[in-house]
């Protein structure tokens, strides 16, 4: 059957071609997937009461959904080779039901186990998912990326209003009732998927030339997202923690505030791939960077109504360069695209993991705020590291 699957990238139009009915595709499987993934950072408030965490233990928690990164270039290397669609289409329905259980887990062990194992899920998504988006993004590889992210940021809004909803309705006990969304997702998924090939047509790659490449990428780009995702991580994992504990928010308004950003980061995705296209990688990376360190240090010093235009311009600035450094890695390594990109998801869910480690043992002797604030500054430090990434020519505007 794999021998007869057409690949991704022999459509009529060819490469070149912006298929939007595929790329509509993937990411309405992205952004179930997503929905669930994003449960855990709503719950962390719950699961330290009913678990007893200090809050490094609980940050710890996101650390190992985020372990199994490591598999990412095994799983994209194996992708660029190999028929792994199914990775693409049954992890919804994974997701969906590991997560809803982790109300019944009645230890700190037991928690950090399904974690785990939903981890391993996520990576067997994220890792051939984007190459599947470049194959068919044509010349436009940035808009595709953003097309991707966005659907990501936008389950990242949903994701913590639908769990407050299940907690306040059935308890933690019984969010299971909302697994069956990523079930309905992955039958769509192979219904629509199950004939079509991801991996890339046969090249006779050389190892050494190979191996330069990716160094030349992946070097400059460690430095950068270990500064520069400081504020985006502490925001994504401690914003209710902070609102609920610090600034004495109810639950369900603190989940609205973190909706609210990742919400807005649905706008910032999609302007920051696509404008990437036309001005450059780096200078959008730059920008952002910028824009959300001041916009952070701005934020834990204002109150009530004020807070809402800050939130929207963090989630724009704080989440729009995902898709760029995304395109960056699809740019600079076409005929490894897989691999290249499982590489990239090892980078982002390793160092997300540091940064909320770092953020975390900051907050236990700090204070939250201080740890906020610090985030953003550190963040700062990763400007002159931005140029040194590898410039990517900007397309043509009749291109876009």
Known sequence: MTSQAPALRDESKGE??????????????????????????????????????????????????????????????????FTVRYLVI????????????????????????????????????????????????????????????????????????????????????????????????????YWRLRDVSAKRAPRKDKTKPMLRRFARVFAPLLGVMLLRNMASSSLGIFMVVYLVDIRAFELPLATGALALYEFSGVGGALVGGTLSDRFGRRRMVAVATIGAALLMLVFVHVEGALMIPILIGLGLTALAVSPVFLALVQDQLPDNRATANGMFMLYAFGIRAINVMMVAALGDALGLQSAFIAAALISLFSLPLIFALPATPSVRHEDL
């Open 16 to 81: 070149q071609g912006f298929q939007y009915g595929r790329i509509m595709l993937i990411c309405s499987g992205h952004f179930v997937h997503d929905i669930y993934s994003a449960f855990i950072a709503p719950l962390l408030p719950l699961l330290i009461d009913k678990l007893g965490l200090t809050l490094v233990m609980a940050g710890s928690l996101p650390v190992f959904m985020q372990t199994p990164s490591l598999l990412g270039p095994i799983i994209g290397y194996l992708a660029d080779r």
């Open 90 to 189: 049954f992890a919804p329905a994974i997701t969906a039901t590991l997560a809803t259980l982790i109300g019944f887990m009645p230890t700190y062990g037991a928690a950090a186990l399904l974690l785990f194992c939903v981890g391993v899920n996520i990576m067997a998504f994220h890792a051939p998912a984007p190459a599947m988006i470049a194959h068919v993004s044509g010349n436009k590889v940035g808009r595709g990326m953003s097309f991707f992210m966005a659907s990501g940021e936008l389950a990242r809004s949903v994701g913590p209003l639908l769990v407050a909803y299940g907690v306040t309705q059935w308890g933690m006990e019984g969010l299971w009732r909302l697994m069956f969304f990523g079930w309905l997702a992955s039958a769509v998924l």
